[in-house]
DNA sequence: ATGCCGTGGAAACCACGA
C-alpha cells in the first residue's frame, strides 16, 4: 500500500501535472497541500475520474488541504487544527482509510522571521504537537504527513549556514520539531535512508531543481503501529523536472497491506 | 544575500510562498 504526500502549489494550475502523476505512481492515499482554492473551486470531478475519492478544506486563495484515496473510503474525522477557533486557515484534514489514522498537513511557513508569522507558525505548531501526542500512543497506525516547512537538521538542506535565520531552520523551529519526534514518531525517510541527501523541495529560480540545490520539508511522521509496517520510501523527484511543476515534488512510503 | 519564479485574485499590481 503507497501513501503519498504533494504540496501541488495550486490544485487548478497544477491539474495536468497532479493527474499525471497520479495515474503514474498510482498512490493509493494521497494527502495534498497548497490547494490555492475555495472549497467548490476544487477539481472534484477531475480526480474521481482519475479513481479517487476525495476529501478537501478549501480556502480562497492560500492554503487548503485534501487526502484522496483510491478504491477505498475515507472517513473523516477533523478538518482544521483544534485548539484555537479563530484560526481560519486550512492547514489540517484528517481521516481514516482501511483502519490507518491520517493526518494531512500544511505547517505555516513562517517568514519573515522574527514576526508575526513566525509566531503563527510556533503556535500552530504547538497546537499540532498537542494533537499528536493524543493519536502518538494509539493502537491504530497513525501516519501524520505533509508539509512541515520545517529542515530538521544541516543534512536537510544543500547550503545550512545560509538558512540559519530563515522560519524553516531557525532553531526554535528545530526545537519544536525535536519537541514533536520526542513522543516517539518515527521520520520514515530518514529510518530508510539515515544518511542520503534527500530533498523534496526545489526552488523555482536559480535553476535549484538542476543544481539539486533543494530542501527536505515534507515529511512522514509514523507511530509505532506504522512503523511496524513500513516497507520503502522514496521522493518522485522527477516529477519536479515536468513541464508547469509544482516547486515540491511528491513523497511516498510503501506500508504493509 | 537575494522572491531572480509561479500562483491566485484582483486589477493591470499585489500578497504570498520557502
Known amino acids: 500500500m503507497k501513501i503519498a504526500t504533494y504540496n501541488v502549489n495550486g490544485v487548478n494550475g497544477r491539474l495536468p501535472v497532479l493527474l499525471r502523476w497520479l495515474e503514474e505512481s498510482a498512490p493509493d492515499i494521497a494527502c495534498l497541500q497548497e490547494l490555492k482554492a475555495p472549497q467548490e473551486k476544487f477539481p472534484e470531478q477531475a480526480i474521481r475520474d482519475a479513481g479517487y475519492n476525495a476529501i478537501w478544506h478549501g480556502q480562497k486563495s492560500w492554503n487548503g488541504v485534501a487526502i484522496l484515496a483510491k478504491n477505498r473510503e475515507i472517513q473523516e474525522v477533523g478538518r482544521g487544527l483544534p485548539g484555537d477557533p479563530e484560526d481560519v486557515h486550512s492547514?489540517?484534514?484528517?481521516?481514516?482509510?482501511?483502519?490507518?489514522?491520517?493526518?494531512?498537513?500544511?505547517?505555516?511557513?513562517?517568514?519573515?522571521?522574527?514576526g508575526p508569522k513566525f509566531?503563527?507558525?510556533?503556535?500552530?505548531?504547538?497546537?499540532?504537537?498537542?494533537?499528536?501526542?493524543?493519536?502518538?500512543?494509539?493502537?491504530?497506525?497513525?501516519?501524520?504527513?505533509?508539509?512541515?516547512?520545517?529542515?530538521?537538521?544541516?543534512?536537510?538542506?544543500?547550503?545550512?549556514?545560509?538558512?540559519?535565520?530563515?522560519?524553516?531552520?531557525?532553531?526554535e523551529t528545530r526545537a519544536a520539531f525535536e519537541k514533536l519526534m520526542a513522543q516517539g514518531w518515527t521520520d520514515a525517510i530518514r529510518k530508510l535512508y539515515p544518511e542520503e541527501t534527500i530533498y523534496t523541495f526545489w526552488d523555482y529560480f536559480r535553476n535549484a531543481y538542476e543544481r539539486n540545490a533543494g530542501l527536505r520539508i515534507d515529511h512522514f511522521l509514523?507511530?509505532?503501529?506504522?512503523?511496524?509496517?513500513?516497507?520503502a520510501a522514496g521522493v518522485d523527484r522527477h516529477v519536479r523536472g515536468w513541464e508547469k511543476s509544482s516547486d515540491h515534488g511528491p513523497v511516498w512510503i510503501e506500508v504493509a497491506e
Do not use: Q
Not at 92 to 107: F, T
Open 91 to 114: 492547514r489540517y484534514i484528517e481521516a481514516i482509510i482501511d483502519g490507518i489514522h491520517v493526518g494531512c498537513l500544511y505547517l505555516p511557513n513562517g517568514n519573515p522571521a522574527p
Open 222 to 231: 509514523l507511530n509505532a503501529e506504522m512503523d511496524k509496517r513500513l516497507l
Open 119 to 171: 509566531d503563527y507558525k510556533l503556535g500552530w505548531f504547538e497546537r499540532f504537537t498537542t494533537h499528536a501526542a493524543g493519536l502518538i500512543a494509539s493502537k491504530k497506525p497513525v501516519v501524520l504527513l505533509g508539509d512541515y516547512n520545517v529542515i530538521p537538521t544541516g543534512k536537510d538542506v544543500y547550503k545550512p549556514e545560509r538558512w540559519t535565520e530563515d522560519a524553516l531552520f531557525r532553531p
